[in-house]
């Protein structure tokens, strides 16, 4: 990530076959995940009241809190193809069981162990994304992954609301379908095996490692404050839209509007940012997160509206993708996975904390929430600089033959 990195059509280029096998299957799972989009108005349809299929949604929550945790512990120890594999089919599983359970102790359980299973993904994803691709291709690489990331989630709700109106069990069906298609394509067609180095370093305990890692901490709690910003994006930021006179329509398009952006120019951006000093990059991003939702204080028209999300849109394409890499630049190799999970987690915490932070403030002082959030993404962007100069793993030559990655079959 040096002004000297290869360009981005280069990078993309030299992206291994297994990368997009990856990214594929990657689409093929965030397309299909339509229980944690559609989960209140099932248990809705289901009679439950919208504070008894709340109650279902924040154990969704809490599950995928562990989630995060445990996919970074899995990644190290049985592998991240194996890793997926398990974390895919478990999935499909409890969305099938979701379908059948009856009373709302046994849903709150199941919704829980879908939100775990679903969470478990993510670390063994871009762990194995890391393994794969040496440290100059890397932002690309995340960048080609969010793209497809973005296309699955932009096209996957679209189909599930013409499945939800017809038929829940369909969709439920359709969202473990998927599942298990990643996890045949993990199976099959993806390397497989943990890397491992020295006997004496696999047994190093990995949280203990991480809470030494100073730099890693400050970086840590960045992620947690930004990504507390970023997330009044579906919390607040709606109630501000209709309070402005708007319609949920219009709410949409907005969020529409983000997602289009991304998919035009993030990769663009990237051409650039991947050039660039990676602490500086991120710091810079998380400000324009906290910049574009304080900004949100005075806008009451839909340009103004607009303008505001496109400056935290900004400000996410340079941070996130850039985020990805640098958590698998500054891991050690073998704990790849779990500093991953540890990343995902402070996303949980701020899927968790974020809503209902901004949702009392909103509801105290509207005003003050933005410019809160415009504080707060500031402080994020001095915990990214604070940290020490990261150090940069090798992509693979630590590994070594005591528990090499196989390659996948021809």
Same mark, same amino acid.
């Given at each position: 990530?040096?002004?000297?990195?290869?360009?981005?059509? =280069?990078?993309?280029?030299?992206?291994?076959?297994?990368?997009?096998?990856?990214?594929?299957?990657?689409?093929?799972?965030?397309?299909?995940?339509?229980?944690?989009?559609?989960?209140?108005?099932?248990?809705?349809?289901?009679?439950?009241?919208?504070?008894? =299929?709340?109650?279902?949604?924040?154990?969704?929550?809490?599950?995928?809190?562990?989630?995060?945790?445990?996919?970074?512990?899995?990644?190290?120890?049985?592998?991240?193809? +194996?890793? !997926?594999?398990?974390?895919?089919?478990?999935?499909?599983?409890?969305?099938?069981?979701?379908?059948?359970?009856?009373?709302?102790?046994?849903?709150?359980?199941?919704?829980?162990?879908?939100?775990?299973?679903?969470?478990?993904?993510?670390?063994?994803?871009?762990?194995?994304?890391?393994?794969?691709?040496?440290?100059?291709?890397?932002?690309?690489?995340?960048?080609?992954?969010?793209?497809?990331?973005?296309?699955?989630?932009?096209?996957?709700?679209?189909?599930?609301?013409?499945?939800?109106?017809?038929?829940?069990?369909?969709?439920?069906?359709?969202?473990?379908?998927?599942?298990?298609?990643? =996890?045949?394509?993990?199976?099959?067609?993806?390397?497989?095996?943990?890397?491992?180095?020295?006997?004496?370093?696999?047994?190093?305990?990995?949280?203990?490692t991480i809470l030494a890692d100073r730099g890693f901490l400050l970086f840590l709690a960045a992620t947690l404050a930004?990504?507390?910003?970023?997330?009044?994006?579906?919390?607040?930021?709606?109630?501000?839209?209709?309070?402005?006179?708007?319609?949920?329509?219009?709410?949409?398009?907005?969020?529409?509007?983000?997602?289009? !952006?991304?998919?035009?120019? +993030?990769?663009?951006?990237?051409?650039?940012?991947?050039?660039?000093?990676?602490?500086?990059?991120?710091?810079?991003?998380?400000?324009?997160?906290?910049?574009?939702?304080?900004?949100?204080?005075?806008?009451?028209?839909?340009?103004?509206?607009?303008?505001?999300?496109?400056?935290?849109?900004?400000?996410?394409?340079?941070?996130?993708?850039?985020?990805?890499?640098?958590?698998?630049?500054? =891991?050690?190799?073998?704990?790849?996975?779990?500093?991953?999970?540890?990343?995902?987690?402070?996303?949980?915490?701020?899927?968790?904390?974020?809503?209902?932070?901004?949702?009392?403030?909103?509801?105290?002082?509207?005003?003050?929430?933005?410019?809160?959030?415009?504080?707060?993404?500031?402080?994020?962007?001095?915990?990214?600089?604070?940290?020490?100069?990261?150090?940069?793993?090798?992509?693979?030559?630590?590994?070594?033959? +005591?528990?090499?990655?196989?390659?996948?079959?021809?």
């Amino acid at each position: 990530m040096t002004s000297k990195s290869p360009g981005l059509v =280069a990078n993309i280029r030299a992206l291994p076959r297994a990368v997009w096998i990856l990214c594929i299957g990657t689409f093929i799972n965030r397309f299909g995940g339509f229980v944690a989009v559609f989960l209140v108005l099932f248990l809705s349809r289901e009679g439950y009241s919208p504070a008894l =299929a709340g109650l279902a949604v924040a154990a969704f929550g809490l599950g995928s809190i562990g989630g995060s945790a445990l996919g970074g512990y899995l990644a190290d120890r049985i592998g991240r193809s +194996e890793a !997926i594999v398990l974390s895919m089919l478990t999935t499909a599983a409890a969305t099938i069981a979701l379908l059948l359970v009856h009373g709302l102790p046994a849903v709150l359980l199941i919704s829980g162990i879908v939100g775990l299973t679903q969470q478990v993904v993510r670390a063994p994803t871009t762990a194995l994304m890391a393994d794969l691709v040496p440290p100059q291709g890397r932002v690309a690489a995340m960048g080609v992954m969010r793209f497809f990331i973005n296309a699955g989630f932009a096209l996957g709700p679209a189909a599930a609301g013409f499945l939800a109106d017809r038929s829940f069990p369909l969709l439920f069906g359709l969202d473990a379908a998927t599942s298990v298609i990643f =996890a045949v394509i993990a199976l099959l067609l993806l390397p497989r095996g943990a890397p491992r180095l020295e006997r004496r370093e696999v047994r190093a305990e990995g949280t203990r490692t991480i809470l030494a890692d100073r730099g890693f901490l400050l970086f840590l709690a960045a992620t947690l404050a930004a990504s507390m910003v970023y997330l009044q994006a579906t919390t607040t930021f709606p109630l501000w839209v209709t309070r402005s006179g708007y319609s949920n329509a219009v709410y949409g398009y907005l969020v529409g509007l983000n997602g289009g !952006i991304i998919m035009l120019l +993030e990769l663009l951006l990237i051409s650039v940012t991947q050039r660039l000093p990676a602490r500086p990059v991120i710091a810079g991003g998380f400000l324009l997160v906290g910049v574009g939702f304080a900004l949100t204080l005075g806008a009451h028209t839909l340009p103004l509206l607009a303008i505001t999300v496109l400056v935290w849109t900004l400000g996410e394409m340079t941070a996130f993708p850039m985020s990805t890499a640098y958590v698998a630049d500054v =891991a050690p190799v073998h704990l790849r996975g779990r500093y991953q999970g540890a990343w995902g987690l402070m996303w949980s915490l701020g899927l968790m904390l974020g809503p209902g932070v901004g949702g009392w403030l909103f509801d105290a002082n509207p005003n003050l929430l933005w410019i809160l959030c415009g504080v707060v993404g500031a402080i994020a962007a001095a915990l990214v600089l604070l940290g020490p100069s990261a150090r940069v793993s090798a992509p693979n030559a630590a590994l070594t033959s +005591e528990a090499p990655v196989s390659s996948p079959p021809a």
